[in-house]
Every structure is written in C-alpha cells, then in structure tokens.
C-alpha cells in the first residue's frame, strides 16, 4: 500500500472522526510534511478532508473512485486477491494476459476506470466510458480440462448476477451465453479467454463489464442490442467499490463450489436465472439459423435446444432471439 492508500484505511477506520497529524505521522513512520503531502492529494483526486488546528483531519466524503485498498477491506475466502486499479487501458483482458503469461498468480485483478479499446463477444466494441461503469479482469488458474474452460463463463454471469442483485434490487436475468439483461436490456456482459495445451489449462481470464451509472447520453448510438445501467434502471447511482466488492466475493464462493463439485452447480444456478428455459427461441448461426424450445446447457455450456421433430441441438455459438 502506497502512503496515500494508507492515509485513507486510517480515515476510513476512524468513521468520520478526527485523527491528528502527529498519529498519522507515527502509523506511517512519515513525517508531518509528507502528511499533508499526502492529504492534498487526496483533495486533489476529490476527497472532502476538513482539517482543523489541534484536532487533525477527518474524511467527511470521497469520489467513487476505484482503489485497491478500498476494493478489497473486508475481502474474505479463499481466493488471495491482488488487484491493480488503473485509470485508463486499452483492454484489462490483454493487460492481464500479458501479466499471466509471465506467472502472475491467480488471483490476480486488474480494473480500469476507462478501456480504450474494450470489446465483447466476437470483437464486438464495448463502450467503455470513465468513472462510472466497472471493467474488470480476473485471472484463475483451475486444473481443469481445455474443454471445461467454457464453463467458467457461466460462473462469472452468476456472479455478477448476483452482485448485481444484492447491490441494486434490480431483476437480472442471465442471457446465453455471456450476458445479463434487466428488462430485455443488456446491463453485463462476459469475454473469458484461456491459454492451454492439449490436456492442460495454464489460465483463464474472467472479462467482466458491467453497466452502473451510465446515463443514457453515454451509450453509443449505433449499438446492436438495446443496453441500458443500473442508474437508467433504478434511478440512482450505486457505489463502484460496494459493486467490485460484491462480485468478487460471489466469485470466489462459486469457483471454490466448481472446484468441489463441478459445473452441475453453477449450471444449475445459472438456469435458475435464466427466462430462456422451456421457451421458443430462434438461434442466428450466421449463417442460417434454427428455431427451438431452450431445454438446458450441456457440460460444455453448449446451448440444448430442441426443434419441432425433436431433435436435440448443441448450439456452440450464435445470437438467441425468444418468440
């Protein structure tokens, strides 16, 4: 933690109170000048900080800002998470990837503030403004078969899903196979990627986006789906750091409920988020498409669909339509 982070746990263990200059110098083991060094800067990044003479400071509010240590206070469970707060990338997937390649260890997070370059499910852009959405990767490495990796995308939707339910109210609903929807509209998406061999997975990425104060000004207008936030939705904003928060930790708890009994259970709570089950949907395959009723995933996360003859299609790719 830098001094600036640390500065910041004290004010946010304090409560609101006032802590003198003198305790902060002796915590930190800096001096009184590099204090109030720290203290502006804080200012600057737009933290109200009263100071008051014989008292000290107190942190009366703070921006939404996204910062590490802030992120994870509170954090517990198995996953030792390492994150990486960063103002502007072109992608947290390519930066995280670069880092995994050099044995970066699971765990490991990188948020961005703003992607330049963000983008979905087959090179799709993802609009990726400043200072209120989260764009985030996650770095897992699971001993798991090439074939399996797949089902760590369903993972990653049931957990922002569930964030996103505990932090807004909000009816979320998952959309095969990487998105979310609230009301028809797309609020999340997914983009895993993976490195492996032919029996082996080296690592798994979790690309996750998801839309929270957004206004409806920020959102291209050439997009291919309606899209819509969780401001646009509910009518106020949520806090970034509560959210980021809340998703890694249905992140951990579900990966360590894959690693102890499988994809069955996320499958099955994946389903149980889902409004495409039993219904008739039309699958674009680009080209042609088919037309069925939604009857589950298979272990591979491939789409079950059955046609009118019964026949009972595996759907690996391809935009679904309800009717």
Same mark, same amino acid.
């Given at each position: 933690?830098?001094? +600036?982070? &640390?500065?910041?746990?004290?004010? +946010? ?8 200059? !003198? ?17 502006? !800067?804080? +200012? &600057? ?9 014989? &008292? ?9 800002l996204l910062l ?12 030792? #998470?390492?994150?990486? *707060? ?34 979905? +499910?087959?090179?799709?852009? #993802? ?8 764009? *985030? ?31 807004? !109210? ?5 959309? #095969? ?30 690309? /996750? ?14 997009? @291919? ?20 928060r809340s998703l890694?930790?249905? /992140? ?36 042609? *498409? ?23 299609? @595996? ?9």
């Amino acid at each position: 933690m830098t001094s +600036r982070d &640390q500065i910041l746990s004290l004010f +946010r263990q304090q409560s609101g109170a006032f802590i003198s200059g !003198q305790k902060i110098s002796q915590e930190l083991n800096i001096s009184r000048a590099a204090v109030w060094k720290q203290v502006e !800067q804080l +200012r &600057q990044l737009g933290f109200d900080i009263e100071a008051r003479r014989s &008292q000290g400071y107190r942190l009366l509010q703070g921006p939404d800002l996204l910062l590490a240590d802030e992120i994870t206070t509170g954090l517990t469970g198995a996953i030792d #998470w390492s994150l990486d *707060c960063v103002a502007d990338t072109g992608s947290t997937n390519q930066d995280l990837r670069q880092r995994a390649e050099k044995g970066a260890p699971e765990g490991t997070v990188i948020v961005a503030d703003r992607q330049s370059a963000g983008r979905g +499910r087959l090179g799709r852009r #993802w609009a990726s403004p400043a200072g209120v959405n989260l764009y *985030c990767s996650i770095l897992l490495r699971p001993h798991i078969l090439p074939s399996q990796a797949p089902q760590l995308t369903f993972l990653s939707a049931v957990a922002a899903a569930r964030a996103l339910i505990e932090i807004s !109210q909000l009816p979320v609903r998952v959309k #095969w196979p990487n998105d979310l929807l609230v009301g028809g509209r797309k609020i999340a998406g997914m983009l895993n990627e993976m490195s492996a061999e032919t029996e082996q997975v080296h690592f798994v990425l979790l690309g /996750i986006g998801v839309n929270l104060n957004m206004t409806a000004e920020q959102f291209p207008e050439d997009l @291919r789906y309606p899209a819509t936030s969780v401001l646009l939705e509910s009518g106020r904003t949520i806090s970034r750091t509560a959210f980021t928060r809340s998703l890694l930790t249905h /992140i951990d708890r579900l990966y360590q409920l894959y690693l102890d009994e499988g994809f069955w259970a996320i499958r099955r709570r994946w389903e149980g988020l889902s409004d495409l089950l039993d219904r008739t949907v039309r699958v674009d395959l680009n080209p042609g *498409c088919l037309q069925g009723t939604v009857v589950g995933l298979d272990d591979d996360g491939a789409l079950r669909l059955q046609t009118a003859d019964g026949t009972i299609e @595996r759907i690996l790719a391809g935009d679904v339509t309800p009717i």
